[in-house]
């Protein structure tokens, strides 16, 4: 009786912690917030609102996301070792083989991008793949490279709206775009902030994402006001074309001020602390936009 009471507890603990060790590889925290943004473009299309479609959304959106930071943990599993940040993931510890890791990314892109392409359109899937791969194999190895990788690693973190829009419209239009461009700067200080924070951690990985060479300096904090800047333009667009309230828009606006200030205090103190109050405002800034751009749209 003992000996089968060990089996089961070992059973149960064995999948508990492959469960857990999938959630790490798939960033399933992360990719919950990224299929979040896609249904929001999806709402902000305004077309039908068909809980059966939204649920192929999220579904697709999640598998094509978990692909893609499964095939950045297997490219980085040498350096993620270096990293107190990622030194527990699944591949780094050996938990998980690298043949496991690859078959699990190429099952879940494959499906993630034919549920996109079969529930809604092929430019949706073709939108998923650029995503997956740019991200993957273009985003990943530049990381140790140059700075540039935060823009090149902000196109793919900004398509999810945009997938979203067009797996309900099935065009690219000024709106898709515009839904594209406001995710795609909010990015550039979101990334800044956490390289910032992780400085020090990812200097033992040998990766650099500051935008200045001169590291914690007031040369990098500079730019995240100047985005901030942008983002809040950029951001208020919508209701000079008739696509959101005024109600809606003064949320947004709000949420961009406050963004900013936060962008302009780090600039004056030059701290890890207001750093990290700028990376956690910058997580609270999107949903806030989002939202009041789906509840505000007219």
């Not at 798939?26 to 479609?53: D, M, P």
């Not at 791969?133 to 823009?151: D, E, G, I, N, Q």
């Amino acid at each position: 009786m003992s000996n089968s009471i060990q089996i089961k507890q070992g059973a149960v603990g064995y999948l508990s912690q492959k469960v857990s060790d999938y959630a790490m590889l798939t960033k399933f925290r992360l990719s919950f917030l990224v299929v979040f943004s896609a249904v929001i473009g999806y709402l902000f299309a305004g077309s039908t609102t068909s809980l059966t479609l939204i649920f192929w959304l999220s579904m697709g959106g999640m598998l094509v996301t978990g692909a893609s930071n499964a095939i950045n943990q297997i490219i980085e599993k040498d350096i993620d070792k270096l990293m107190k940040r990622t030194q527990n993931r699944p591949i780094a510890t050996g938990r998980m083989s690298t043949l496991e890791a690859i078959l699990a990314a190429g099952v879940f892109g494959i499906v993630g991008i034919l549920i996109l392409t079969v529930q809604f359109n092929p430019i949706a899937g073709v939108l998923s793949a650029i995503s997956l791969l740019s991200y993957a194999f273009v985003y990943t190895p530049l990381k140790r490279v140059h700075p540039v990788a935060v823009f090149v690693g902000a196109i793919p973190g900004a398509l999810p709206p945009m997938i979203g829009y067009v797996c309900a419209t099935g065009v690219i239009d000024f709106t898709a775009i515009l839904l594209f461009s406001i995710q795609f700067i909010w990015q550039f200080p979101h990334f800044w902030a956490i390289a910032w924070v992780q400085y020090e951690d990812y200097l033992k990985a040998g990766i650099m994402l500051l935008p200045s060479s001169t590291g914690k300096t007031r040369q990098s904090a500079i730019n995240n006001v100047v985005y901030c800047v942008v983002l809040l333009l950029v951001s208020v667009m919508p209701y000079f074309f008739n696509m959101v309230s005024l109600t809606g828009t003064i949320f947004i606006a709000a949420a961009g001020v406050m963004f900013l200030w936060m962008a302009i205090s780090h600039y004056v103190k030059v701290e890890d602390k207001s750093a990290k109050l700028l990376m956690f405002g910058s997580f609270i800034y999107l949903p806030v936009v989002q939202l009041a751009l789906v509840f505000g749209k007219l």
